[in-house]
C-alpha cells in the first residue's frame, strides 16, 4: 500500500485564491517532499521539509509537517492559472532513506 | 545539461514481446529509480538502485527486471509484455539519501 495519501483528491480554485493539499502518510519519516507534475511531464521538486522541521517556506509555497500526526499540507497563495498540475506528497520508505514512495495525488485546476 | 533522458518516448508492444527502457543521467548521481504511473494510482515504485552494480525491489517489481551495470544508466526490461503493464514510466535520480529527485519526461508503453 501506499504511503503517502493526499487529499483532496482534486481541487478548483479561482486565480489569487489560495490552494491547500493535505499529505497523510503511515510510518516514521526522514524527510518529506513535494512535486508538482504539469500534464504529460515530468515531475518536478517543489520543496523538501525535514522530519525535525515544522514550517518551511518557498516563495509563494509554505509546507507544514506535523509528525505526530504524520501529516503535511501545501499551501499555495495567490493562485495563479500556471499553478494548475498536480501535486504529490513522497516518503521515504526505509530509515536510510534511499527510496521515495508517493501518493495519488491532488489535481489543482486554477481558473482566471 | 541535459538531466534524465529516457528512450524510446513511445513504444507499443504485442502480448508477449519484449523491451528495455533506457534511462541514462548526466549529473553523476548514486541514486536511481523506476517508476510506473497509471491513472488514479500515482506513482509507484517498482525497482531502484543505490549504486552502481546494485538494484533493489519497490512497491511492484513482479513482470520487471533491471541492470545497472554503469553509474549513469538504468535500464528497465519487460521480459514478457502483459496489457497490465500498460504504463507511463518514469526514471528519476538523487545525488544522497535525502536529497531531491530528477525526472525525466516519461516513456509511454503500450501492450496490446
Known amino acids: 500500500s501506499q504511503q503517502g495519501e493526499e487529499d483532496p483528491q482534486a481541487l478548483s480554485i479561482q486565480e489569487g485564491e489560495n490552494a491547500t493539499m493535505n499529505c497523510s502518510y503511515k510510518t516514521s519519516i526522514n524527510n518529506l517532499q513535494w512535486y508538482r507534475q504539469n500534464s504529460g511531464r515530468g515531475l518536478v521538486h517543489l520543496i523538501l521539509i525535514r522530519s525535525n522541521e515544522r514550517e518551511k517556506h518557498s516563495g509563494r509555497l509554505r509546507v507544514t509537517l506535523d509528525t505526530s500526526k504524520k501529516s503535511s499540507s501545501l499551501l499555495i497563495t495567490a493562485s495563479r492559472a500556471a499553478d494548475t498540475a498536480s501535486y504529490f506528497c513522497a516518503t521515504d520508505i526505509n530509515q536510510a532513506g534511499t527510496a521515495l514512495i508517493f501518493g495519488k495525488g491532488t489535481t489543482l485546476s486554477v481558473s482566471s | 545539461n541535459a538531466g534524465v533522458t529516457q528512450t524510446p518516448k513511445f513504444r507499443v508492444l504485442k502480448t508477449g514481446q519484449s523491451m528495455t527502457l533506457l534511462c541514462a543521467q548526466d549529473m553523476n548521481h548514486e541514486y536511481m529509480y523506476w517508476y510506473r504511473q497509471d491513472p488514479g494510482m500515482g506513482l509507484r515504485l517498482i525497482h531502484y538502485s543505490v549504486g552502481e552494480g546494485t538494484t533493489a525491489k519497490g512497491e511492484v517489481p513482479d513482470g520487471y527486471n533491471v541492470s545497472r551495470l554503469k553509474k549513469q544508466n538504468f535500464l528497465l526490461g519487460l521480459e514478457s509484455a502483459a496489457p497490465s503493464q500498460t504504463s507511463v514510466y518514469f526514471c528519476?535520480?538523487?545525488?544522497?539519501?535525502?536529497?531531491?529527485?530528477?525526472f525525466g519526461e516519461g516513456s509511454r508503453l503500450t501492450v496490446l
Open positions: 528519476a535520480s538523487k545525488a544522497g539519501y535525502t536529497g531531491e529527485l530528477f
